[in-house]
T-cell receptor
Framework: AQKITQTQPGMFVQEKEAVTLDCTYD???????LFWYKQPSSGEMIFLIY??????QNATEGRYSLNFQKARKSANLVISASQLGDSAMYFC??????????????FGSGTRLSIRP | GAGVSQSPSNKVTEKGKDVELRCDPI?????LYWYRQSLGQGLEFLIY????????KSGLPSDRFSAERTGGSVSTLTIQRTQQEDSAVYLC?????FGGGETQYFGPGTRLLVL
């Protein structure tokens, strides 16, 4: 069975500092994909970044990067130079079968990030 | 439309009543997902439709919950004999259906309150 674990229910970070949001996962499928989403107080879900299990390099998208440690089954999100607008809930998600459309995507419980000015 | 739409945006109902929630995915998207999000919580997977394949219903919490997708487009999530614990935001998402790292596009959600 799939499982996504986010152990940090809430975090406070000073503006302009980097922040790491933890995510660990459990799967027996060698092929899988990992996602991070942002959910501001408005409630919309915003896709941030994706990492495939066979990708050779860690994914990066602007200020977002994914610290993918396959052996440890962790996929931490790193946000560099945090901004006030980064305050939101952040969800880690996984799909088994990275190149398959047959599998559902499941989400972790989320981390609420608050950026202090 | 340009994005995923859901209706109604808010629904208040009495315990024991049936409710229907609607999702209009992005045109051409063959994959459609329903999730439930309780206040301050994560997204709980409910059901997944992919093209003409049998839907993955493994997340439906009870037989009071059902969903269908007609013509490969619009989907309706039905909750029968609603209970107070059904109160949540119900989110729908769609994607192209190729799998992999394709982006899910989420609708604004339906806020359900069962009194």
């Amino acid at each position: 069975a799939q499982k996504i674990t986010q152990t940090q229910p809430g975090m406070f970070v000073q503006e302009k500092e980097a922040v790491t949001l933890d995510c660990t996962y459990d799967t027996s499928d060698p092929s899988y994909g990992l996602f991070w989403y942002k959910q501001p107080s408005s409630g919309e879900m915003i896709f941030l970044i994706y990492q495939g299990s066979y990708d050779q390099q860690n994914a990066t998208e602007g200020r977002y990067s994914l610290n993918f440690q396959k052996a440890r089954k962790s996929a931490n999100l790193v946000i560099s130079a945090s901004q006030l607008g980064d305050s939101a809930m952040y969800f880690c998600a996984m799909r088994e079968g990275a190149n398959s459309s047959a599998s559902k995507i499941i989400f972790g419980s989320g981390t609420r990030l608050s950026i202090r000015p | 439309g340009a994005g995923v739409s859901q209706s109604p945006s808010n629904k208040v109902t009495e315990k024991g009543k049936d409710v229907e929630l609607r999702c209009d995915p992005i045109s051409g998207h063959t994959a459609l997902y329903w999730y439930r999000q309780s206040l301050g919580q994560g997204l709980e997977f409910l059901i997944y439709f992919q093209g003409n394949s049998a839907p993955d219903k493994s997340g439906l919490p009870s037989d009071r919950f059902s969903a269908e997708r007609t013509g490969g487009s619009v989907s309706t999530l039905t909750i029968q004999r609603t209970q107070q614990e059904d109160s949540a935001v119900y989110l729908c998402a769609s994607s192209l259906g190729f799998g992999g790292g394709e982006t899910q596009y989420f609708g604004p959600g339906t806020r359900l309150l069962v009194l």
